[in-house]
C-alpha cells in the first residue's frame, strides 16, 4: 500500500489531495510546524480511509536543518512511495522589497528550502523503487511579474529545479509531478480580495493533483484554463508584457 | 472570536447559505464562513458515531460514511448544507415520524462563544445550551463540531413505491396505511381545485437490505445562468405538473439509489436560477394534527386561488417525536412546503395570508425557508424565542433574528 510522505499537511491543498489518498488506503507521514494542526489533518485522514498517518513536527524553511530532519523523517516512516511538497509562504510583494529579511524569507522557503528537501530525499531514496514526487508550484512562476516577482521567482525557480531532476531521472522509476495553481482560496490567500471566475477551491486543486498523479503527467496547471492563459502570458513580446498591469 | 468581536459590529455565522431566506445573513454586516472547518475530528465506525467539524456537508459525510454501511439518521432535501446548519436549523427529513429531527441524535457537540469558553453541549451536559443551540440559527455562537449517532444501512439503495393521490382526502388516507414505511412524502399539484384540491403522487420508501455500499456521483448538471423570470408561470408550471403527475415510470415500486430518493433536486445545481434574477420566495408551515386537513385544504386553496404556481409542493406528516431544540419547527400535524416565484406584492400578499391561516390554526413557519416571517408571527409560533434570545452570543446577529425580534429586545 501507498506511503505517502507530506511536508506542509497543514497546507488546504496539501489536506484536499491527502483526503483522496487516504479514501485508497494511503499510509502517512505527515511533517509541519503545528503539531495540532498535524494531530487534526491526521485525525481526519485516519477517518476517511488512511491505513495510518503519522505526524513530525519539523521547520520545513530552516535550512540548515534540513539534512538532519530528512534522516530523521526516513528513520520514522521509512521509504516513502511518494512525497509531496506542500508548504510554502506568499509574504506581501510590496513590504517584501523594502524588507530584505522577509524577501529573504519567501525566497528561502518557497526556493531554496524545498530544493534542499528534495536533493535530501532523493539522495537516500532506495535505486529503482517507484517514487513520485509532487511539488506544489504555482502559475506566479512562469513569468516575472512586476506585482508579484519574488514569490513567482522562487517558484519560478522551482519550476526549474524540479524540470532538471525530471530529466535526470527520466528513465527511471522516479517520476515527477510539478503542480501550478492559480488562485485557490486558501488561508495563504486568506487576505486577499476573492471572486470571479478564475479562484478555485482547495478541493477542485486536489481532485486534478490527485488526477495528475494518476496519470504520470509531469506538468498540470489547475484548474486547467491556466495553461491557455499562461501560454499566452508567456508569449507575449516584451513590447506588449512591459506596458501589461498584472 | 475575541478578535473579531474587537473590531465591532456583529457577525452571522453562515454554512453553505443553503437556508432560503435570511437566517443566516447580516446586511452590511459580517459572516463567519465556516466551509473550512470540515475536518472528521472521530470516527467509531463499529457503532457508527462520527464526530466532525460544523462545516462538513452531508455530502462529504455519507460519501465517507456510506461505503461503511452507515448513514445520516434524518437528512434534508439537500446533501449540500453543512452539519452545523443542520442542527442550526433543527433540520427534518422525510422519517420526521420515526426520527424527529436531526437534533435528536446530536449526541454532543462544541459551541466556541465571544467570552472565548468553548463548551461540549449534550442532553446531559450545558443541558440549557444545548436546548438553545439545536435549532438556534446558529445565534448562541459558533458551532465548532457535531457527533453524530448513524443509521446502519446494509445497502446505498431504497425500496420505493411511488403512487397517484387523487385528493388531499387520499393523502391522509393514505398516510395512515404507510406507517411501516420510515420515509414517506407527497408531491401536491398546487393548481389542482375543487374536488381534485390535494391530487399528487405519494411516495414512501425504506432502506434496501440487499444492494451495493456505492457512493452518488457529484452533479453533472449545472443552470449556468438565471433564465428569465416569465418563464415560470401558471401555464408552464400547469404543464409540468400535468406531465409529472402521470410519469408512468416512477409510479410503482422501484429500487432507486439514495441520491435519487433523498435528493432530486441536487442533480441540478444551482437549480434556484430557474427562477430568473427575481428569484423565489418559499412558505414551509405546519399546522397541528386537529386542524390539519381543513387548514391545509385552505392552504391549498389559496394557492389555487392565486394563480401563482409552484413546482416543488411538498406534503408530510410530522410525528410527536420531540426535539430538545426551543425553536425546532416540527410540531404533531402536517407541513406543507411550496415556491413562488417572485412577482413582488401579490406574492408577498399571498404569503402574508398563507401565514395568517397558519397562524390561526396554531401552527407555525420554518425559519429556515422563510424570509417574510412578520415579527408577529414568529413570537406567536415560537413563544419561548426569549429562551434563546437569553442565550445568544451578544456578538451574533442575523437578519432574520433582527426582523422577527426587533422592539422586543
Redesign the interface.
Known amino acids: 500500500m501507498s506511503r505517502v510522505l507530506v511536508l506542509g499537511a497543514a497546507s488546504?491543498i496539501a489536506e484536499a489531495y491527502a483526503r483522496r489518498r487516504a479514501?485508497e488506503g494511503a499510509h502517512f507521514g505527515l511533517v509541519g510546524r503545528r503539531e495540532d494542526r498535524l494531530a487534526?489533518?491526521a485525525?481526519?485522514l485516519?477517518?476517511?480511509?488512511a491505513k495510518s498517518a503519522e505526524t513530525a513536527v519539523a521547520d520545513l524553511a530552516a535550512i540548515d536543518g534540513i539534512e538532519a530532519a530528512a534522516l530523521n523523517v526516513r528513520a520514522r516512516f521509512g521509504d516513502p512511495d511518494e512525497i509531496v511538497i506542500a508548504y510554502g509562504t506568499l509574504g506581501t510583494q510590496g513590504e517584501a522589497e523594502r524588507d530584505l529579511a522577509l524577501a529573504r524569507r519567501i525566497l528561502d522557503t518557497n526556493f531554496t528550502s524545498a530544493a534542499l528537501w528534495l536533493l535530501a530525499l532523493l539522495k537516500d531514496h532506495p535505486a529503482g523503487a517507484p517514487l513520485t514526487v509532487v511539488v506544489i508550484g504555482s502559475v506566479a512562476g512562469d513569468r516575472g511579474r512586476a506585482s508579484n516577482f519574488i514569490y513567482g521567482a522562487a517558484k519560478g525557480g522551482l519550476d526549474r529545479f524540479v524540470e532538471g531532476l525530471a530529466q535526470k531521472y527520466a528513465h527511471t522509476a522516479v517520476r515527477f509531478v510539478l503542480v501550478k495553481p492559480g488562485f485557490v482560496d486558501t488561508?495563504m490567500t486568506a487576505a486577499i480580495a476573492k471572486g470571479g471566475p478564475l479562484w478555485a477551491t482547495p478541493d477542485r486543486v486536489g481532485r486534478d493533483i490527485h488526477r495528475a498523479a494518476m496519470r504520470g503527467r509531469r506538468v498540470v496547471y489547475t484548474p486547467w484554463f491556466w495553461r491557455p492563459i499562461m501560454a499566452i502570458i508567456r508569449a507575449l513580446p516584451w513590447f506588449i508584457f512591459k506596458r501589461l498591469k498584472i | 472570536m475575541n478578535e473579531l468581536a474587537a473590531d465591532g459590529g456583529p457577525l452571522a455565522v453562515y454554512g453553505r447559505g443553503r437556508s432560503y431566506g435570511d437566517v443566516c445573513l447580516n446586511d452590511d454586516g459580517r459572516l463567519i464562513l465556516m466551509d473550512g472547518l470540515d475536518r472528521f475530528i472521530e470516527a467509531d465506525w463499529e457503532r457508527g458515531r462520527v464526530r466532525v467539524e460544523a462545516g462538513l456537508t452531508f455530502d462529504e459525510l455519507i460519501k465517507v460514511t456510506v461505503p461503511r454501511g452507515w448513514f445520516p439518521p434524518v437528512t434534508p432535501g439537500t446533501k449540500f448544507v453543512t452539519l452545523g446548519g443542520a442542527v442550526a436549523n433543527d433540520v427534518h427529513g422525510k422519517n420526521h415520524e420515526s426520527e424527529g429531527t436531526l437534533g435528536r441524535h446530536v449526541t454532543r457537540m462544541g459551541l466556541a462563544r465571544s467570552s472565548g469558553d468553548v463548551f461540549v453541549l449534550s442532553p446531559e451536559e450545558n443541558v440549557d445550551l444545548f436546548a438553545a443551540t439545536v435549532g438556534g440559527l446558529g445565534l448562541t455562537g459558533v458551532i465548532l463540531w457535531v457527533e453524530l449517532q448513524l443509521l446502519p444501512i446494509r445497502s446505498a439503495f431504497m425500496e420505493a413505491e411511488t403512487f397517484a393521490i387523487s385528493n388531499l382526502e387520499a393523502f391522509f388516507g393514505v398516510d395512515e396505511e404507510s406507517r411501516d414505511w420510515p420515509y414517506t412524502v407527497a408531491w401536491v399539484d398546487c393548481l389542482a381545485k375543487g374536488r381534485r384540491l390535494g391530487r399528487g403522487l405519494f411516495s414512501r420508501g425504506r432502506h434496501a437490505e440487499t444492494g451495493a455500499l456505492t457512493v452518488h456521483d457529484d452533479p453533472k448538471v449545472s443552470m449556468p445562468i438565471d433564465v428569465p423570470g416569465a418563464l415560470l408561470n401558471v401555464h408552464t408550471i400547469g404543464l409540468f405538473n400535468g406531465i409529472y403527475r402521470r410519469r408512468p415510470w416512477a409510479l410503482g415500486r422501484k429500487t432507486v439509489h439514495y441520491d435519487s430518493f433523498f435528493y432530486p433536486l441536487d442533480a441540478i445545481a444551482s437549480w434556484n436560477r430557474l427562477y430568473g434574477r427575481r428569484g423565489f420566495f418559499q412558505h414551509q408551515s405546519v399546522v397541528p394534527t386537529k386542524n390539519a386537513e381543513v387548514t391545509t385544504r385552505r392552504l391549498l386553496e389559496l394557492t389555487a386561488e392565486h394563480g401563482e404556481g409552484s413546482f416543488l409542493v411538498v406534503l408530510k406528516r410530522f410525528g410527536d417525536r420531540p426535539s430538545p431544540g426551543i425553536l425546532s419547527f416540527p410540531m404533531p400535524g402536517v407541513t406543507l412546503a411550496l415556491d413562488f416565484p417572485n412577482r413582488g406584492q401579490s406574492t408577498e400578499h399571498l404569503l402574508a395570508q398563507m401565514s395568517d391561516v397558519v397562524m390561526a390554526a396554531g401552527g407555525r413557519l420554518y425559519p429556515a425557508k422563510d424570509a417574510t416571517m412578520s415579527a408577529e408571527a414568529f413570537r406567536a409560533g415560537y413563544p419561548r424565542w426569549r429562551e434563546v434570545e437569553a442565550k445568544r452570543d451578544p456578538i451574533i446577529m442575523s437578519d432574520f433574528w433582527r426582523r422577527v425580534t426587533k422592539d422586543a429586545i
Open positions: 488546504a479514501a487534526a489533518v485525525a481526519d485516519r477517518a476517511r480511509g488561508p
